[in-house]
């Protein structure tokens, strides 16, 4: 069975420091990875995804993800953070065989970024 | 930017009483999800729709849940009779379903539904 498993449920940063949210997976093959963030009373936006190639892959907002096969796992990386990003964040799976298939969420991790 | 909609933003209803969530997903998008979030707790995933039938549905997905794209336009969820325990921010999203593609799902802002 897929699982996706995001160990913290908080991450503090200081404004301008490098942050770091972890995720790891278990699916069989290699699936297609996300990360989505939620703001506060909003719903999930979507922030970056693997498919294939390049292992670290960038998006919205300065946020960029490493992908790293033999330890199955999909670390969202800021170079510096604001205080704008605290927000909830999801890392998500798809099998890769079903273009429609559905989303497996971790259970988010709130980043929380201080002045 | 296209966005997917979703009706109501907050309601409040009854235990036992009926509820109907609404949706509008991206026009040219083929398949519909529905997911929940109980406060607090992960996103989970109920169901998925394509070509005017249900693809995949979880195990929380039970007799009292059906979906339904009555126009070509809306994307509806429906809780025949509901429970305390159905209290939760409920997500529409939906995707191209291109062949070969990542195809991103786009969520709704969600509706809330409080059971008393």
């Known amino acids: 069975a897929q699982s996706v498993a995001q160990p913290e449920d908080q991450v503090n940063v200081a404004e301008g420091n490098p942050l770091t949210v972890k995720c790891t997976y278990s699916?069989?093959?290699?699936?297609?990875l996300f990360w989505y963030v939620q703001y506060p009373n909003r719903g999930l936006q979507f922030l970056l995804k693997?498919?294939?190639?390049?292992?670290l892959v960038k998006g919205s907002y300065g946020f960029e993800a490493e992908f790293n096969k033999s330890q199955t796992s999909f670390h969202l990386k800021k170079p510096s953070a604001l205080v704008s990003d605290s927000a909830l964040y999801f890392c998500?799976?798809?099998?890769?065989?079903?273009?429609?298939?559905?989303?497996?969420f971790g259970q988010g991790t709130e980043l929380s970024v201080k002045p | 930017e296209p966005e997917v909609t979703q009706t109501p933003s907050h309601q409040v209803t009854q235990m036992g009483q009926e509820v109907i969530l609404r949706c509008v997903p991206i026009s040219n998008h083929l398949y519909f999800y529905w997911y929940r979030q109980i406060l607090g707790q992960k996103v989970e995933f109920l169901v998925s729709f394509y070509n005017n039938e249900i693809s995949e549905k979880s195990e929380i997905f039970d007799d009292q849940f059906s979906v339904e794209r009555p126009d070509g336009s809306n994307f509806t969820l429906k809780i025949r009779s509901t429970k305390l325990e159905d209290s939760a921010m409920y997500f529409c999203a939906s995707s191209e379903g291109r062949v070969g593609g990542a195809n991103v799902l786009t969520f709704g802002a969600g509706s809330r539904l409080t059971v008393l």
């Open positions: 699916v069989s093959g290699n699936p297609y």
């Open positions: 693997y498919i294939t190639g390049d292992n």
């Open positions: 998500a799976v798809r099998d890769r065989n079903n273009q429609g298939g559905k989303l497996i």
